[in-house]
């Protein structure tokens, strides 16, 4: 399947992956009064500005905190679809489960980790039902043969058992699971990375207008004039970051405080830890 209509289908804000539930910290953050303007210049320019900074801090510290384990999960599925590749399904759901709970781990508060895994889950179900040929000999007729989608569906199904299993199996977190949906689709690394940081910054506009912080005009402008350059200055920065799962008994030159995740954004992880203390939300994180 063409790469680009890959990237059409999956940045369509009407796919049902659960990125409605989540302000990433941003109603926190405007509820604790750091986005409102000054007394003296209540300006609603002043206010974007505020949102602007948000959107650059928290891509700042979820890029290098996310990306690794977008990456390893990502080069799990993708050494499963090759021929080639000296791995099979057992090794590969042991793999992402033990990525899945490094990512638990290293994730600082449970609203985050809440937030994270709704919209995990989500996304293995979108493999399952949405990205599924449709039923039906009439309408399977009208759709050309797509192996790609077809490739991981056992793969996908044994994880999502694992996370609806509980007991500490998997957790369903949302990088793994994005780098899970993107390579079973066959979608390259650098598309996955870089289209998820841009839905990540996507969700925090969506979010600052249903907030009422800012209006739909002015998340489009900060979008197209604010996000892009962000987005793609994240990606640049932290792409080569590895969690060091897959590297764990090899040889090489990966060193975990320079190539591997990390928070960068203490005063983020405070407030949206404090989201469930607020008197009335919105949001599930």
């Not at 590969?92 to 809440?114: G, S, W």
Request: glycine letters at 8%; proline letters at 6%; hydrophobic letters at 45%.
């Amino acid at each position: 399947m063409d790469e680009t209509y890959l990237l059409l289908l999956l940045s369509d804000s009407n796919l049902p992956t659960g990125s409605f539930v989540a302000s990433s910290g941003l109603e926190s953050f405007l509820a604790h009064g750091f986005g409102a303007p000054p007394l003296t210049q209540p300006t609603a320019t002043l206010k974007a500005d505020a949102i602007a900074a948000f959107l650059r801090d928290s891509l700042s510290t979820y890029a290098p905190s996310a990306l690794p384990f977008v990456a390893d999960a990502h080069q799990i599925v993708a050494q499963l679809r090759s021929a080639e590749a000296d791995i099979d399904t057992p090794r590969a759901l042991a793999l992402l489960q033990e990525l899945d709970a490094l990512y638990e781990c290293t994730t600082l508060n449970h609203v985050a980790r809440r937030a994270s895994k709704t919209q995990g889950v989500a996304l293995l179900s979108l493999y399952a039902k949405g990205f599924s040929r449709p039923p039906g000999l009439a309408a399977a007729a009208a759709v050309p043969a797509a192996p790609l989608l077809d490739a991981m569906p056992g793969l996908v199904d044994a994880f999502k058992l694992m996370v609806r299993r509980g007991a500490g199996d998997a957790h369903g977190h949302l990088p793994v699971c994005w780098g899970i949906l993107c390579a079973a689709l066959g979608l390259s690394l650098e598309r996955t990375q870089h289209l998820h940081l841009y839905l990540h910054a996507r969700s925090l506009l969506s979010a600052a207008v249903r907030l009422n912080s800012i209006g739909p005009y002015a998340a489009q402008q900060i979008l197209l004039h604010v996000a892009g350059a962000l987005v793609d200055a994240a990606v640049l920065k932290c792409a080569r970051l590895r969690t060091g799962v897959l590297v764990q008994g090899q040889s090489g030159s990966w060193d975990e405080t320079q190539d591997g995740p990390a928070n960068t954004w203490p005063l983020g992880e405070i407030l949206a830890a404090r989201h469930d203390l607020q008197h009335s939300r919105i949001f599930n994180s």
